[in-house]
């Protein structure tokens, strides 16, 4: 049996998606943290991925929230 692990963007209408290494399901779950290291935004708190390009809106409307 094989098992494809894709991350998808959590950002409205964003179809970006990331297929993280299948050697199991640990690491798989580490590679998914570690994906903030490609430019992800992983919000764990609210358990959403953004990809690259939508994390840097995120990231810029909350600073404007912040202001």
């Not at 950002?11 to 994906?35: I, M, P, Y």
């Not at 935004?41 to 809106?57: E, Q, V």
Request: aromatic share 8%; hydrophobic share 30%.
């Amino acid at each position: 049996m094989s098992v494809q692990v894709v991350v998808r963007c959590d950002g409205h209408g964003c179809r970006g998606w990331f297929e993280l290494n299948n050697n199991g399901s640990s690491d798989a779950e580490v590679e998914h943290h570690n994906l903030a290291e490609n430019g992800w935004l992983i919000d764990l708190d609210n358990g959403f991925d953004y990809c690259p390009t939508c994390a840097k809106k995120i990231k810029e409307e909350e600073e404007q929230g912040n202001d």
